[in-house]
């Protein structure tokens, strides 16, 4: 008896991408585009009427994180599996998507072959990362980078909005000129921000802040 096919739910705001996307996936024998959507309501609409195995997301949509979608669909449907299909190529992003439940990650630059790759191991219970994004996760990992995202560390309101603006990728001197600061104050919040949360890069301080909620993905 021949196995049913594998059922995809494409999201992505981008009408161009999700029709390409169909265009590639619908000549594949063992896999069934269910359904598309261009926004998270409309995705998460559709998610008990189409009944996906897979959903293909991206991480930018027009009203809602894909990052909470993540999470909404891995709570309400845990037997459907979440690849993410990003541009987004930042390390921040990754390991959020990873801790929203994410299976997969794959970048909207890789080749048809790496995706149909993906999706084939995230439906088989496997979970998909691109190499380079691996790499990043074993050496932070043997680093110890997770001790921030592990432990509540309280930050002063001051070092929040420093951090925000810092995440958002402002620079020393545009933040002291937004909180009417000196350069040298900002430089020493900056640094202390580091020392406090055992960070060392930007990408971490932007992964500390979508963690905490103090900026989104978009």
């Given at each position: 008896?021949?196995?049913?096919?594998?059922?995809?739910?494409?999201?992505?705001?981008?009408?161009?991408?999700?029709?390409?996307?169909?265009?590639?996936?619908?000549?594949?024998?063992?896999?069934?585009?269910?359904?598309?959507?261009?926004?998270?309501?409309?995705?998460?609409?559709?998610?008990?009427?189409?009944?996906?195995?897979?959903v293909?997301?991206?991480?930018?949509?027009?009203?809602?994180?894909?990052?909470?979608?993540?999470?909404?669909?891995?709570?309400?449907?845990?037997?459907?599996?979440?690849?993410?299909?990003?541009?987004?190529?930042?390390?921040?992003?990754?390991?959020?998507?990873?801790?929203?439940?994410?299976?997969?990650?794959?970048?909207?630059?890789?080749?048809?072959?790496?995706?149909?790759?993906?999706?084939?191991?995230?439906?088989?219970?496997?979970?998909?990362?691109?190499?380079?994004?691996?790499?990043?996760l074993?050496?932070?990992?043997?680093?110890?980078?997770?001790?921030?995202?592990?432990?509540?560390?309280?930050?002063?309101?001051?070092?929040?909005?420093?951090?925000?603006?810092?995440?958002?990728?402002?620079?020393?001197?545009?933040?002291?000129?937004?909180?009417?600061?000196?350069?040298?104050?900002?430089?020493?919040?900056?640094?202390?921000?580091?020392?406090?949360l055992?960070?060392?890069?930007?990408?971490?301080?932007?992964?500390?802040?979508?963690?905490?909620?103090?900026?989104?993905?978009?």
């Amino acid at each position: 008896m021949k196995e049913r096919p594998i059922r995809l739910l494409i999201v992505d705001d981008h009408t161009i991408v999700r029709q390409g996307l169909i265009a590639l996936l619908e000549d594949e024998a063992d896999l069934r585009v269910v359904g598309q959507a261009g926004s998270a309501q409309e995705a998460l609409a559709l998610m008990e009427a189409c009944r996906p195995d897979v959903v293909l997301l991206d991480i930018t949509l027009p009203d809602l994180s894909g990052l909470e979608v993540t999470r909404r669909i891995v709570q309400t449907w845990p037997g459907t599996r979440v690849l993410i299909l990003t541009m987004h190529e930042e390390e921040a992003f990754f390991f959020e998507a990873l801790r929203a439940g994410a299976a997969g990650y794959v970048l909207k630059g890789a080749d048809s072959e790496e995706l149909l790759y993906a999706i084939h191991a995230v439906y088989e219970g496997g979970v998909y990362l691109p190499p380079k994004l691996a790499a990043s996760l074993v050496r932070d990992y043997l680093n110890q980078q997770f001790r921030p995202f592990l432990e509540e560390i309280p930050l002063t309101p001051r070092e929040q909005t420093i951090l925000r603006l810092i995440a958002q990728g402002l620079t020393n001197r545009q933040i002291a000129e937004r909180l009417s600061l000196s350069l040298n104050t900002v430089k020493t919040h900056r640094q202390h921000l580091y020392e406090k949360l055992g960070l060392h890069r930007r990408s971490d301080l932007v992964a500390y802040a979508l963690r905490r909620g103090l900026i989104s993905p978009d």
